[in-house]
């Protein structure tokens, strides 16, 4: 199941009559295997671009859909049109157990599930059972020793790693990581990042990471987008466009905005 | 169902939040189910010392009205009405009693009886020639099930004797009827009566008198048995309102039970709803707060795609399983206070008499607890369906 992921003008809006902030995500596309490096300043809405892009968020505008790669098999998606069904909840549900996974920031484990239950049980949400590809993936992030303890019982690393490894176990198409080594010191950042990459890629998962780790991200290879404040400064409507990194280095400087 | 078991596994793994919940909910539960239990025990006890005795259930007519057999018939025919028979004037009630073939005579008092006399042990028939016999008559007599007694009466103007040979059906037991006593049916009293009355009687070797034939069949009075404790106020209402006419029946000490057991009902509705409406207070709150505890887990569940609209159940079975734990622990904890409470009091009671609780009242309890349980869990299912799974992202998490 390989599928390209298209994202077309997809737009969504929050606040109020006063004060909005506006994310635009621009025209672009991710194919199975292929690693996005998302970056920008604090406030400038990584989050919420991941939270579009995971079904988590409804778009106000835009297209955005799933076509499987040539000679693929598998239907078409048309993700944005999930939130207008009557059963949206259950529809984006379903899309994020099959076409996604996630790391999120620390982890997310479930405290009362061991390592290898932590694994599996993305591939038991998602249906799709494979014992022996949890285990490899547990090989692979160096997992297999502690697959027997509980959450609270492993160092932050750890944790990050068997996130990664829950986030590849039931082969979604696409892995969203929201800062996946904020937490860890340096060496370990590179190295969870390294193993992120490296599994994503071997099973054939496209990857979206979100960072604001510029030298972690710098030592791979990857496509760089930025979001960037394209609204005047002190506007109240500010609006913020995710633009590929080259066309960024042309634009004006980025702005951070707080809040 | 993963959601079944995820919720087991969540909450046999936060085993200290589900103590405190099978304590709250057990805290409350014994109390109850030992005061439920007492209330039982007690008021069973004192309704069972009522009904051991048929005379609670017993109303007789008193004053000089007189009855016939179509009003016997009329009051069989109430619903309140058990077993209905008339009775003869009460002087002529007085006989005296030989075992066939015995020298020794008792005096003893007939009273008419029949099939559905709550003073006859269960299955005992009688007809126009057999008896049943009070247990310190047999003793005294050597009576025993099977033998014949003559009943023989004596009245002065007349120059023999009435000898009436009846079969004994059964002796009685001897919490039964007290004294010496023949229970017979109402023709055998009535022949007792025409005797005194001085009619001849040809069958029994009497054939001086006036023609029985003559005879007009009226009786003194009605005996009445209500079907139940909760029937003898309205049948005494009735049988008086009806005849217009005076009756005696323990009523008022029936009635005093009664309203006993209503009272206690009501205190115990009274003290269960008030502890109710605390331990709600305790389970919807602590429901919720474990919701809000555990809102990255259930994030989380979220986020990889576990539906929304099943996540629901999460907080549901976890809080039905803590209330199953509760309720057995609690009727454990009965069975222990059960066991201390007959030990400290002595209550004359028979073992297990004092703290009593059908298997039919416990399934009731069950079911209104798990009822309970699920009603204070739905505001903390709501608490979960509005979690966004977003917050894993957004806020970290474990």
């Not at chain 2, 003073?119 to 008559?137: H, R």
């Not at chain 2, 803590?322 to 002595?346: D, K, M, N, P, T």
Request: hydrophobic fraction near 50%; aromatic fraction near 6%.
């Amino acid at each position: 199941m390989a599928y390209v992921l298209s994202i077309d003008d997809l737009t969504v809006t929050l606040g109020d009559a006063e004060r909005r902030f506006t994310l635009r995500a621009g025209k672009w596309s991710i194919a199975a295997g292929e690693v996005i490096g998302l970056t920008g300043p604090s406030g400038t809405g990584k989050t919420l671009l991941l939270e579009l892009l995971g079904m988590l968020r409804a778009p106000d505008a835009g297209r955005y859909r799933a076509e499987p790669l040539a000679g693929e098999t598998g239907a078409p998606q048309a993700f944005d049109s999930f939130w207008k069904a009557p059963n949206a909840i259950a529809l984006c549900a379903q899309a994020r157990a099959r076409f996604f996974g996630f790391v999120p920031q620390a982890g997310g484990l479930l405290p009362f599930l061991t390592v290898a239950e932590n694994v599996e049980i993305s591939q038991r949400i998602a249906k799709r059972p494979d014992p022996d590809w949890a285990s490899a993936l547990l090989g692979e992030l160096g997992l297999s020793q502690i697959a027997h303890l509980r959450p609270g019982a492993l160092s932050i690393g750890q944790r990050q790693r068997v996130a990664i490894a829950r986030a590849l176990a039931h082969r979604p198409f696409c892995v969203i990581a929201d800062e996946p080594t904020a937490a860890l010191d340096p060496e370990n950042a590179q190295a969870a990042m390294g193993l992120l990459i490296e599994a994503a890629q071997a099973g054939g998962t496209a990857t979206l990471l979100s960072s604001h780790d510029f030298p972690t991200l710098s030592h791979f290879a990857m496509r760089r987008m930025a979001l960037q404040i394209t609204s005047a400064p002190h506007d109240p409507n500010v609006v913020s466009t995710l633009v590929p990194l080259e066309a960024q280095k042309t634009a004006s400087a980025p702005q951070e905005v707080s809040g | 169902m993963l959601i079944l078991r995820l919720a087991l596994r969540d909450l046999f793994f936060q085993k200290v939040h589900l103590i405190c919940n099978i304590a709250v909910l057990a805290g409350v539960l014994v109390p109850l189910l030992v005061l439920f239990g007492v209330k039982n025990g007690v008021y069973n006890a004192l309704i069972g010392q009522l009904l051991s005795n048929p005379r609670s259930l017993q109303i007789d007519t008193s004053g000089n009205t007189t009855f016939t057999t179509a009003d016997a018939e009329l009051v069989r025919g109430w619903p309140e009405a058990g077993f209905v028979t008339l009775k003869t004037r009460s002087q002529f009630d007085f006989v005296n009693v030989r075992l066939d073939g015995g020298r020794q005579k008792r005096d003893a008092i007939l009273i008419p009886s029949g099939a559905g006399d709550p003073n006859l042990p269960e299955g005992v028939q009688l007809n126009a020639s057999s008896a049943a016999v009070s247990a310190q008559l047999a003793e005294q007599l050597q009576i025993s099930t099977g033998d014949r007694i003559d009943v023989i009466t004596q009245a002065e103007d007349r120059p023999r004797q009435l000898r009436v040979q009846l079969a004994v059906a059964s002796v009685l037991p001897p919490g039964g009827v007290s004294g010496r006593a023949v229970l017979a049916q109402i023709e055998v009293l009535d022949l007792v009566e025409a005797f005194y009355d001085a009619y001849a009687l040809p069958e029994h070797g009497i054939t001086e008198g006036r023609s029985f034939a003559q005879r007009a069949a009226v009786f003194e009075g009605l005996r009445v048995y209500a079907r139940g404790l909760e029937d003898l106020a309205p049948l005494q209402n009735r049988i008086e309102a009806h005849f217009g006419i005076r009756t005696e029946a323990r009523t008022a000490e029936v009635q005093g039970v009664l309203n006993l057991g209503r009272n206690l009902n009501l205190a115990l509705l009274l003290t269960a709803s008030v502890a109710s409406l605390g331990l709600a207070a305790a389970l919807v709150f602590g429901f919720w707060g474990e919701v809000q505890r555990k809102r990255q887990v259930l994030a989380s569940l979220a986020l990889m795609g576990l539906g929304g609209q099943r996540l629901w159940l999460f907080p549901l079975i976890q809080a039905l399983v803590s209330a199953a734990l509760a309720l057995i622990v609690s009727f454990a904890l009965l069975g222990l206070a059960s066991l201390i409470a007959e030990q400290l009091f002595e209550t004359g009671l028979a073992v297990g008499g004092l703290v009593q609780m059908t298997g039919a009242q416990g399934a009731v309890i069950v079911v209104l607890v798990m009822l309970f349980v699920v009603a204070s869990s739905l505001f903390a299912a709501r608490a979960a369906l509005g979690i966004d799974p977003a917050t894993v992202l957004r806020e970290g998490a474990t």
